[in-house]
């Protein structure tokens, strides 16, 4: 059956390349770090004490597994993420955690704000208004930093 | 009062510019072209005997105001687009034009695939499962445009 | 305790008015009939084997409480139900019930379309333009319910 | 080919009646002013700063082609906009003004509990709760406008 | 007609059970406050003046009807609810009440913390993170009652 | 700083640990088979040719990491899932698969409707019925295992 032998197959190119779960977290703080900056760390942080494999699955499988892929330049997953985010609307402090992480990894706050103009499009404006909102508290912080 | 000033600024702007509703039309419907082809096409011919205002909206509003904008590239347009379509979730038709428009402006295949496995780590699993669902089906009539 | 005096009053209520299951069922039925007409009583059907108990509900509680309420009319509430069911976007049996029951009560077809356009600023294009070809599908059951 | 025509019939329209974009944004801005009042001066106001083309957008788009058509009245349309609100719930701010609104073109109190009590048919009870939160609020903010 | 059928025989079994509302409002606050307790409580004092009718109907409706139902055990049905409040994510005071009724009802905090792990699989990483700063806020109402 | 001191801490625990991503894909394909069975495998099988590395991590991560967790009994898990599928309604594919799974791991028919009449109390009457659809179908998938 299809998916016993692909299943086969995916072990043995599994067991050729040996990665261990400890590589996965390396990697994957790493590209956190790269990303989401001291937001990242702070989600981190805030776990630790009441759910700590949930923050280890956030950096072993969404940033060592996911976000460490060649296939997509971190730009453009970061303006992916950013828009599903505001469109889900339900995500307010993730939200604010990529409107960072899209800021660190070179997008500019113009060019932030004309993607969530265009959520109002797709999402109804309500969702782009919210967003936008994030998007002027997230904007304050890098301008004042120490705030 | 803060608003009426920018009102009255904003109707000088706009007294200046002279735009008419034709130009922004126009100024769409090419942008609709550009990035959706032929099933952006669909869309406004389905719509023309039901609600056709909602098919000019799209054209003028959509395309015409916020698509044609210039602080952001068409690929990063698409992406968003295309991240917001699949983590909403409700929105398949618009998923499947919108992964023509972001082929059309220049993202691979294998990008779109990336995009949409990230989809999982923000939406879920389920929204990135159903969303590869409508790439399969896009990238068979890119394979077979008469099928 | 605030609660606990409410909760009395309430009772001493309920025992006056002494009214039954039977009589909320019969009052739902009468205005699901009147709302949905047809395409409700398919719903009814549709649940008696597998779930009669939620078919029972949706007549006593969604129609013999809620529907049956004198402070709206019905106008207004089909106004409601379809706007949120357009909204939702995962709801299209359930839009198309109401579309129908829109009608019955007295909204125009041109009405019912303005209505979807409208969904378009607060939900998304993609909302109402699925919107939409629900509504085309119950006006052409409609013009020919032979159909 | 179909799309096509229809566009060149919309170019033949909209040259012979010849709307400019200040025509929109003056209709929208008095629309937008009639609806939502002081609440809706304030969001244009908000935004002035951060994404004033949005604002703009707001009241040309929304309110002066949407909110301003004539096929449906301006009681229904709140309807509408309310119970979709409600009924996303994600979208509390928006939720507020367009309470403020309803009331505003002459929705009583009663019947916008009424309305809400109607969500949590198809929304969900905590839709529904959530709805009346915000609700209670804006006729607090009624009854004392200076609060 | 088949739906016909079946109400008639709905309505014989109804006059034949005799039930009252107020038996069912007795039987909807009891489980109310077996599962909810205090955080219940508060709900219902709290829709007292604005919309009492909807806090009936939650007591005679979803606990008197529907939680009171003998099919599924008290346990089953608050993971349920818990898994449902996290995974919609607009429903916070919601999902606050029902962590508390989880734990009510005999779960552990560990369990409820394992269930919202599981609900980023499927509802997104956002979801999950935001339900368990929601458990954080119940388990510390736990810890210090008084608080 | 608190996250680095935690993620010391992991690196210790991992590296400790020794787990390789073959010992995760192994115990996920074990459990997704124990749970989802045939339903399980088709998905797999389907997403093989497009994009297989979104199937290792549902192999990987949502069952050999979240689904393989010692704290939270199968029963309960599928719980919580079907109600968060059902809840969210745009998982249709999922949820049917899910269905079965909950069947695979103990829960009766009847459970599982008591589950998904409960999901009308808080997504709705629209997300239970569809539901409760999804359950029909798959009952009687059950019962006609060669169909």
Same mark, same amino acid.
């Given at each position: 059956? @299809?998916?016993?032998?692909?299943?086969?197959?995916? =072990?043995?190119e599994?067991?050729?390349r040996?990665e261990?779960?400890?590589e996965r977290?390396r990697r994957g703080?790493a590209r /956190?770090?790269e990303v989401?900056? @001291?937001?990242?760390? +702070?989600?981190?942080?805030?776990?630790?004490?009441?759910?700590?494999?949930?923050? +280890?699955?956030?950096? =072993?499988f969404a940033f060592g597994d996911v976000y460490a892929r060649a296939g997509l330049d971190l730009r453009s997953r970061e303006?992916g993420?950013?828009?599903?985010?505001?469109? /889900?609307?339900?995500?307010?402090?993730?939200?604010?955690? #990529?409107? #960072?992480?899209?800021?660190?990894v070179?997008?500019?706050?113009?060019?932030?704000?004309?993607?969530?103009?265009?959520?109002?499009?797709?999402?109804?404006?309500?969702?782009?208004?919210?967003? /936008?909102?994030?998007? +002027? @508290?997230?904007?304050? =912080? +890098?301008?004042?930093?120490?705030?």
């Amino acid at each position: 059956m @299809k998916a016993e032998v692909t299943v086969q197959r995916w =072990e043995q190119e599994l067991e050729a390349r040996g990665e261990t779960t400890l590589e996965r977290f390396r990697r994957g703080w790493a590209r /956190l770090q790269e990303v989401d900056g @001291k937001a990242g760390a +702070r989600v981190v942080a805030g776990l630790a004490d009441l759910a700590p494999d949930l923050a +280890r699955y956030l950096i =072993e499988f969404a940033f060592g597994d996911v976000y460490a892929r060649a296939g997509l330049d971190l730009r453009s997953r970061e303006i992916g993420t950013v828009a599903m985010l505001a469109a /889900l609307a339900n995500a307010r402090p993730q939200l604010e955690v #990529h409107l #960072h992480g899209a800021l660190n990894v070179g997008l500019s706050q113009d060019e932030l704000v004309e993607l969530l103009i265009q959520v109002g499009v797709y999402a109804g404006f309500p969702a782009a208004l919210n967003a /936008l909102e994030a998007a +002027r @508290k997230v904007f304050a =912080e +890098r301008a004042d930093p120490g705030g």
